[in-house]
């Protein structure tokens, strides 16, 4: 296989920046289900352009969740998820229309500082009172399809609303699996269209895989042994990790 063309003209330093921000984001994928695209766009972005990460960041995802599928496939709340995928075909498009029009920096810098609010809120103690109807699913739907569209992070909003919740580990690792599977193919066809991809694109993606499945094999083995606070927890952690690394990326870029 011929190297991508900007991988060949790359720094030893950006080189390694992009095999760090893809070992962890593997991790994260095995342990949680999601912060995949958060990890990979937020540290990618640094070195190269973001329309490409966003895009391999799509393509390893639908490859993940298709290696996930056998362990969570039990315990996927399809009605959930269904709902999540109504409102996510409702705000792709406009996500997408807003990576061509509005500086990524911009957008990247509202939802980490929306998630890090709400990350926090979580971490205190606070839950939804009651739990959320289809119709709350729906809209929390359409937000994470804006965001995947737009910078390549609809995990984020998606994490949060289950997590609040009240969801176990188990339905939630399982629903964001099934929900991005759907959602990143529906994503990335998006994308094509829009002539924000390209051939490299496929070939970074080949190249990304085998330290893929390491991370996510380690951070599997991690999940079996959590307990459900400490899932929620970590989780929360890593949300508010990723927000705090949005918001320097974008303040300081």
Same mark, same amino acid.
Not at 36 to 54: E, Q
């Given at each position: ?26 991790? =994260?994928? $095995?342990?949680? %289900?999601? /912060?995949?695209?958060? !990890? ?7 070195? &190269?352009?973001? +329309? ?94 804006? =965001?995947? $569209?737009?910078? %390549?992070? /609809?995990?984020?909003? !998606? ?7 009240? &969801?176990?580990? +188990? ?83």
């Amino acid at each position: 296989m011929i190297l991508p063309e900007f991988l060949l003209s790359a720094s030893p330093l950006a080189l390694f920046i992009m095999f760090i921000g893809l070992f962890i984001a593997s991790l =994260a994928r $095995g342990y949680s %289900g999601f /912060g995949f695209s958060a !990890v990979l766009v937020s540290s990618w972005s640094l070195v &190269d352009v973001l +329309a490409r990460a966003i895009g391999v960041a799509l393509l390893l995802k639908v490859i993940t969740s298709c290696v996930q599928a056998f362990s969570v496939w039990r315990d996927i709340p399809w009605r959930r998820v269904v709902f999540l995928l109504m409102g996510a075909a409702i705000g792709t498009g406009p996500g997408v229309l807003l990576l061509s029009s509005i500086p990524a920096d911009q957008l990247k810098l509202g939802l980490s500082i929306f998630v890090l609010g709400a990350a926090f809120l979580l971490l205190r103690g606070w839950e939804l009172r009651k739990k959320a109807n289809d119709k709350g699913a729906l809209s929390v739907g359409i937000a994470s399809g804006v =965001a995947n $569209g737009a910078v %390549g992070m /609809g995990g984020l909003p !998606v994490a949060l609303f289950l997590t609040a919740d009240g &969801d176990s580990p +188990a339905k939630i690792r399982a629903a964001v699996t099934a929900y991005f599977f759907l959602l990143d193919i529906m994503v990335f066809i998006f994308l094509f269209n829009a002539g924000l991809v390209d051939h490299n694109t496929l070939k970074t993606a080949a190249l990304a895989f085998p330290v893929l499945l390491i991370g996510m094999t380690l951070g599997t083995r991690h999940f079996l042994g959590a307990t459900a606070e400490g899932f929620r927890r970590i989780t929360l952690f890593m949300l508010i990790f990723i927000a705090l690394a949005g918001i320097i990326r974008s303040l300081f870029s």
